[in-house]
């Protein structure tokens, strides 16, 4: 009987660990589309609303697929030097940014001139799949072979406007074709508004593919960067993934002049990395620049037979070149190259001073792991 107990304990348990936890009451476990949500709302790609549900069945408008879109790419921070003039959005739309990144990486045509974009209208199904096709270098086929792959399997195929025959097509052939499992009969529905359910495992699929098959534009945004610099001892990578680790030297550059006999402990100081710092393998870290801000830990004066000068810099933040701000804790404890024969005056007459000149390099370590995508430089909070 203890061995049965234990045996239904275990299985218990078993099921607990292995259903996904879902953030939202709306969205149960075994719902089509609970996967993709969730990875997609770990991801910080879709949000709930502010009751907390997903409403997977609301529709979603374009300017909210743009922005979704580019977050599931990863390239939020992407800069784009020649933004496109649209009729109906000027620069201060909340979406404008993610629909000039849309535009640049491809995922989405421009209209014709004097046309408007229409950002508030909802995201058909045909819209968002052809943008999870364009994220993609994919095999080109002919609108022949495209009815040839849908008719299998779909019935509305006829249906079909012309300009998405190839797109549906090629969605298709790589699974991203996203249908909802519970209706009878398969129908693709192009012309239907996609929602939110549809949109996340449209871009879920989207992401998977782009891992092995981006565009041209997104490989090279995709890319880990490489350059020459500092190498981060210990310094180690994982995907796209960087990591500096806790104890890791690294130097700056400090913009203003310190000094044990004429600075005070909470003073302000500002920094920058005067390389950029690198793994072993010169994937970039930390892009040569970058600023760096914190404050004297301890100021102690140098005095004859009392002790040597101290001056301790304790960093806090750091400002990337992607203008992003997030900590960068670690410290840095000034000191002096003596030879054996000043180590025996400073360790009896003591009195040594300590100062630091405007674009002298010091050495800091840090104290808690930092992790950057080394695609874009985006410090990972």
Known sequence: MKNLFKLVLSALVSLVITIPAIAYPDVSADYWAAKQIENLTEKGVIVGYPDGTFKPDDNVSRAEFASMAIKALGQEHTTVAQPVKFTDIEASFWAYDAIQKALYFDLISCPPE????????????????????????????????AK????????????????FIIPAGK???????????????????????????EVAAILYEMTEQAKLNPNAKLAEAMRKKTGDGFIVENAFVQGSIGTIPAGAVVPVKLSSYISSQSSHPGEIYTASAPKNYVTKD????????????????????GKWFVRNGVLVLDNSLI??????????AAVGEITKD????????RATLKGEKLNVNPEETVYIKLLKPIRVDLTNGWIIE
């Open 114 to 145: 004097g046309e408007p974009f229409s950002p508030d209208d909802t995201v058909t199904r045909a819209e968002s799949v052809a943008v999870a096709v364009n994220a993609l270098t994919t095999e080109q086929i002919s609108k022949f072979k």
């Open 148 to 163: 040839e792959v849908l008719s299998k399997k779909y019935a509305d195929v006829e249906k079909v406007p012309e300009w």
């Open 171 to 197: 969605a298709e052939i790589l699974n991203m074709l996203v249908t909802v499992p519970s209706k009878n009969k398969a129908e693709i529905e192009a012309e239907r508004p996609a929602t939110r359910a």
């Open 282 to 301: 010169k994937f970039i870290l930390i892009y040569k620049g970058s600023n760096l801000k914190g404050q004297l830990l301890d100021v102690r004066s």
């Open 319 to 328: 400002t990337t070149n992607n203008d992003q701000t997030v900590s960068f």
């Open 338 to 345: 003596r030879n054996w024969f000043m180590k025996i005056v």
